[in-house]
């Protein structure tokens, strides 16, 4: 038996060389081909990376957590895009529910998220719908028959923040609806574009219930207290122009070039020092949760802390000597 063996009695496990990552499990030959062949987006990110160095495992850890009990995404569908396949890219792909969240569909985004933030090559996230729905909202006929307790005792919600946490920049390309669950999940990311049709919306109200993923909160912090308080007593939708007008959004494009833009918009992100970017997300952030001094104080700590890496030092170096800078993300 081997150590991965160990590790993974009775499963699946990855093994191979750097160029070539196969499945080894327990089974017929034939159902291992099929999860051998669902798992090709995986194994590509995994194998960015020497499986000989350490960082590595957490990514391949990660793709066995996900493969290795013989399935594969059900509601999204995820790959790397970009020039230099640095940038991470999630649809959502429940589209005959007009990308409902369901909890299964929230837990496999945060696996995928899980993936993309221990690759070393991705720089930034792009998560979209279809161009009918980013999200139309929570998958009501899940949540209808719960109970006061169920949700209480169980916590209901909590994973779904899991976009919010994420220490890579996300960027929402928005098509179509975004209402309840599906607005809230478009502002936990950290910048949003939208397509020309667009619509943003609270109507949890004509449900008998309110926001509880942060709508209400972070709404509130993006439109201001009157326009947000409209939209969750009446369960009015705005438009992607109203959108932007009020703030919540940054960019809007035709719904046909909201992805592409999107994309482009995480590979110069990409180019950065992945390392000075965290940073600098970590500070925009404070400024919706800490006071100004104590914001202020964040930030120059954090301007402090960049004097102490190599990417500090290359960048600056790199301007006075008029060359392109090559950051080591340290």
Sequence with gaps: MTSLDKLFPGRAVLTGSRDALSLRGRGTGRAQDRAAA???????????SSLCAFR??????NAARAYSAGGQYQHILVEKKGEQKNVGFIQL????ALNALCDVLMKELSQALDVFEDDPAVGAIVLTGSEKAFAAGADIKEMEKKTFQECYTGNFLSHWNRVATTKKPVIAAVNGYALGGGCEL???CDIIFAGEKAQFGQPEILLGTIPGAGGTQRLTKAVGK???MEMVLTGDRISAQEAKAAGLVSKIYPAAQVVE???????KIAGNSKLITAMAKEAVNGAFELTLAEGSRLEKRLFHSTFSTTDRKEGMSAFVEKRKANFTDQ
């Design 38 to 48: 669902e798992m090709s987006f995986l194994c590509r990110v995994a194998a960015s």
């Design 56 to 61: 590595s495992w957490p990514c391949i850890l």
């Design 93 to 96: 792909n429940r589209t005959k």
């Design 186 to 188: 478009a502002m936990m």
């Design 226 to 228: 009157s326009l947000a």
């Design 261 to 267: 833009e999107a994309i482009k918009c995480g590979e």
